[in-house]
């Protein structure tokens, strides 16, 4: 089975990669997501896919790597009228809304800015480098994650910085 990679957003001051770290098992539910294009995504993320977690908002960085073990399922947080996510719409019989479990696989010995990342000519087609990308759900192509997973292990990029 052929493993595809992923980029998947959070706000560190609401869920960080030491959050996750501090899980029973280091594994969560990743819920939440409310944008179609990204629930698509999730929906077609499969079990041993990987993905870069990134912080958001302060200081954007790549900053570790998990490993999604469980495909998507109805997000329970759109049911729960007591959860910011809570969704009307959507019910158990009729999710509009899904949901992955990832696992913890190893934090970065060093994020990865997203500055730095730009200054890459391999990473110049990244989805997260185009002007206007805000999803919080994204492909990876493998290249790209294994440079950031190179830079965030101490690695050097090997990718070129952009003239």
Same mark, same amino acid.
């Given at each position: 089975?052929?493993?595809?990679?992923?980029?998947?957003?959070?706000?560190?001051?609401?869920?960080?990669?030491?959050?996750?770290?501090?899980?029973?098992?280091?594994?969560?539910?990743?819920?939440? #997501? %409310?944008? +179609?294009? /990204?629930?698509?995504? &999730?929906?077609? !993320?499969?079990?041993?896919?990987?993905?870069?977690?990134?912080?958001?908002?302060?200081?954007?960085?790549?900053?570790?790597?998990?490993?999604?073990?469980?495909?998507?399922?109805?997000?329970?947080?759109?049911?729960?009228?007591?959860?910011?996510?809570?969704?009307?719409?959507?019910?158990?019989?009729?999710?509009?809304?899904?949901?992955?479990?990832?696992?913890? #696989? %190893?934090? +970065?010995? /060093?994020?990865?800015? &997203?500055?730095? !990342?730009?200054?890459?000519?391999?990473?110049?087609?990244?989805?997260?480098?185009?002007?206007?990308?805000?999803?919080?759900?994204?492909?990876?192509?493998?290249?790209?994650?294994?440079?950031?997973?190179?830079?965030?292990?101490?690695?050097?990029?090997?990718?070129?910085?952009?003239?």
């Amino acid at each position: 089975m052929e493993t595809n990679y992923w980029l998947l957003k959070s706000e560190p001051g609401c869920y960080s990669i030491d959050h996750l770290a501090a899980e029973p098992e280091q594994s969560t539910d990743w819920t939440g #997501v %409310r944008n +179609f294009q /990204a629930r698509n995504f &999730l929906r077609q !993320m499969a079990v041993g896919d990987l993905a870069l977690f990134y912080h958001s908002v302060t200081d954007p960085s790549a900053v570790g790597v998990v490993r999604i073990v469980r495909s998507a399922q109805a997000d329970p947080s759109a049911f729960d009228p007591a959860d910011g996510h809570f969704d009307p719409r959507s019910t158990p019989e009729k999710p509009l809304w899904f949901a992955v479990s990832v696992q913890l #696989v %190893r934090k +970065f010995t /060093a994020p990865v800015p &997203l500055k730095a !990342m730009r200054a890459l000519t391999a990473l110049s087609r990244m989805e997260l480098l185009r002007k206007g990308s805000r999803l919080s759900v994204m492909p990876v192509a493998q290249a790209e994650f294994e440079l950031i997973c190179r830079l965030g292990d101490g690695g050097a990029a090997g990718g070129g910085a952009r003239s």
